[in-house]
């Protein structure tokens, strides 16, 4: 079962940000929090990963509550090339991930 | 971070017969991992692909159905044996480099069976 819980969908205009929510309830403390992304036909693309403090790289920002119990992903200034689904994942007790259903993103022009 | 080539890209195959997916890595990583991802599905992870030993499969998953091989660091290969229809998927091989670390992908393997 997933550990996480994400929307189904998002829309989001290009050019604005976008804020892709996550909960992650039950998450222990050295779980890391890690976000890919699926473009149609492609293998899952790396985003960005995280344990407790926010995260920035060229792609995206994560941000992680101070519980830790949800994290937010921003794309800062979404593009067309932006859609896609977007998995945000963590690890079983057996290191594995879990993959759930993601949030299916889609830019609108 | 890893780049991973993974072959065939898409294959279409008869019942009955099999197909060996290849996947290699540009630089030596801990662990190999395949997943299956059904039309319109999240991916479900197969196996671990343990370097100089027999890979461990997850519920549901047996070796004599998908047997896995990895001679080194840097390559693996899965072989869908005895294909049926419903194996028809895209197979994803990954890797990761260490704990905690991110896991790299292939671009997957398209399969088809008629």
């Known amino acids: 079962d997933a550990k996480t819980t994400q929307p189904t969908s998002m829309d989001c205009a290009e050019g604005r940000a976008a804020n892709l929510p996550c909960n992650h309830s039950?998450?222990?403390?050295?779980?890391?929090v890690y976000w890919y992304r699926q473009i149609h036909s492609q293998g899952p693309q790396y985003i960005i990963h995280?344990?407790?403090?926010?995260e920035t790289n060229e792609m995206a920002s994560l941000i992680i509550t101070e519980d830790r119990k949800s994290s937010t992903l921003i794309l800062p200034h979404a593009t067309l090339r932006d859609t896609a689904v977007y998995y945000c994942?963590?690890?079983?007790?057996?290191?594995?991930?879990?993959w759930g259903a993601g949030t299916k993103l889609i830019i609108k022009p | 971070s890893a780049v991973i080539s993974q072959k065939p890209s898409r294959d279409i195959c008869q019942r009955g017969t099999s197909l060996t997916i290849q996947c290699q890595v540009d630089?030596?990583?801990?662990?190999m991992f395949w997943y299956r991802q059904q039309p319109g599905q999240s991916l479900t992870l197969i196996a671990t692909?343990?370097?100089?030993?027999?890979?461990?499969?997850e519920s549901g998953f047996v070796i004599d159905k998908f047997p896995i091989s990895r001679p080194n660091l840097t390559f693996s290969t899965l072989t869908v044996s005895n294909m049926s229809p419903e194996d028809s998927s895209i197979y994803l091989c990954?890797?990761?480099?260490?704990?905690?670390?991110?896991?790299?992908f292939g671009q997957g393997t398209r399969l088809t069976v008629v």
């Open positions: 630089s030596q990583v801990t662990m």
């Open positions: 039950t998450i222990s403390g050295n779980e890391y």
């Open positions: 994942i963590v690890r079983d007790s057996n290191y594995q991930l879990i």
């Open positions: 692909a343990n370097q100089g030993s027999e890979a461990t499969y």
């Open positions: 995280g344990l407790k403090n926010n």
């Open positions: 990954s890797a990761e480099e260490g704990m905690n670390t991110e896991a790299f």
